[in-house]
């Protein structure tokens, strides 16, 4: 075996049209002495596809730790490891990026074999413009998804999301409640498949698009949300400078709406800080 042949590749796979994997990732994944998937049945059937016969190993989230150094092992005996995923890219919200960072550490080379990717194909598609924060996959558990939601409120990037079929009804909601309706969504599923969906609307109208057809629900999907306007600082501080005017005659709850209705800045927002302001006044 050449000697610039040891390496690890990193080859991304279709992430639904089987037509979209490239020859230099047919021709990787032919050439390498094994290969490392994610998934063996559903690798299985790609390679079978393509009449490729190299040897397949799991390599998953729930082994990749014990996988590693078996890994190392077959590059340090001189051989040519190929890692792919189910679908799209390794080490992008799946498994690779643990013994990637060990194949590196031990010294030997990473050769990354690019080609089909949900995100950039989602926003290629979208029609949004300037810079963008990939978060993938968001915590399961409501209350972690919006504190993390929440740290990215004020940000001007478009923020690109993962979510699965089963949880994207709740993970919109809560876009919704944490960045408020006026920014745009764009909802794609089943991207490169028979029933590829690209829809954009605004975070208000998704619930009511989803609702118009139970099929809509189905497919893996990418969620991309505008960034945050540039004046939503100031309509923020205008919020709390009249609600602080209002406090002092009406409920928290109505000055609030109140609020929110003369300057534009989010109700529940003006209501978290409507609270703390009571916070405040009891601690002193």
């Not at 013994?99 to 949900?118: K, S």
């Not at 949880?167 to 029933?195: H, M, N, S, W």
């Not at 005659?249 to 929110?260: F, G, S």
Request: aromatic share 6%; glycine share 8%.
């Amino acid at each position: 075996m050449k000697e610039e042949r040891v390496a690890l590749y990193v080859v991304a796979t279709p992430i639904g049209n089987l037509g979209d994997i490239t020859q230099r990732a047919l021709d990787t994944l032919r050439d390498a002495d094994v290969i490392y998937a994610e998934d063996t049945r559903t690798s299985a059937a790609l390679l079978a596809h393509h009449g490729i016969r190299t040897p397949l190993k799991a390599l998953h989230e729930h082994n990749e730790a014990r996988a590693t150094p078996e890994v190392l092992r077959a590059l340090d005996a001189g051989r040519a490891v190929a890692l792919i995923s189910d679908a799209g890219t390794p080490a992008i919200s799946d498994p690779g990026a643990m013994v990637v960072a060990a194949a590196r550490e031990a010294g030997h080379r990473v050769v990354p074999i690019p080609g089909p990717n949900a995100a950039i194909a989602a926003l290629s598609a979208s029609g949004m413009t300037g810079p963008f924060l990939f978060v993938g996959f968001l915590p399961p558990k409501a209350g972690a998804r919006r504190k993390l939601l929440e740290s990215w409120r004020s940000a001007p990037h478009a923020l690109v999301f993962y979510e699965a079929p089963h949880r994207v009804l709740e993970c919109v909601d809560d876009l919704l409640q944490v960045f408020g309706p006026a920014r745009t969504l764009t909802i794609a599923r089943e991207l490169t498949k028979l029933y590829e969906t690209i829809h954009l609307c605004t975070l208000g109208e998704a619930p009511a698009w989803f609702a118009e057809d139970a099929n809509r629900l189905r497919g893996e999907f990418v969620l991309i949300v505008s960034g945050a306007p540039a004046d939503e600082d100031g309509a923020l501080a205008d919020g709390e400078r009249v609600l602080k005017l209002l406090l002092e005659e009406l409920p928290l709850k109505r000055a609030a709406r109140l609020a929110a209705d003369i300057t534009g800045a989010r109700k529940n927002e003006l209501y978290e800080r409507g609270l703390a302001y009571k916070d405040d006044d009891k601690d002193e």
